[in-house]
């Protein structure tokens, strides 16, 4: 019932910009504002990694990989996460995932494509 949806994804050339989002439009407001989140990607042949995460009081956290380039916010009024991914390199490219935690149990989004062409 909770499960987060994604959406934004798509293809760019190299040095674009997606901006990815997050919805969990089941939860209610007082539970959103308790819950922390991951972006998580997941390439061809590559196990899942972790992008970036922010926790209900707002730290951030994010994969050297992506540090300075990608940006991860919350809008807790739209119960919403937001990935913003600038500089995008073809290694980039993987099907990225949200990740919704609340009270130690996961639920997952069914991820969106991510496609970056050099």
């Known amino acids: 019932q909770g499960d987060p949806v994604e959406s934004g994804g798509g293809s760019v050339e190299a040095g674009g910009s997606l901006k990815l989002s997050c919805r969990a439009p089941r939860i209610i407001l007082s539970v959103f504002w308790e819950d922390d989140y991951g972006w998580f990607r997941q390439a061809p042949g590559k196990q899942r990694e972790l992008v970036a995460s922010?926790?209900?009081?707002?730290?951030?956290q994010y994969a050297d990989s992506v540090k300075g380039r990608f940006t991860i916010s919350r809008d807790n009024s739209r119960k919403s996460v937001y990935l913003l991914m600038n500089g995008l390199k073809p290694e980039d490219t993987a099907v990225y995932y949200c990740?919704?935690?609340?009270?130690?149990?996961?639920?997952w989004g069914p991820g969106t494509q991510v496609t970056v062409s050099s």
């Open positions: 922010i926790t209900s009081d707002g730290s951030t």
């Open positions: 990740m919704r935690r609340y009270r130690g149990q996961d639920s």
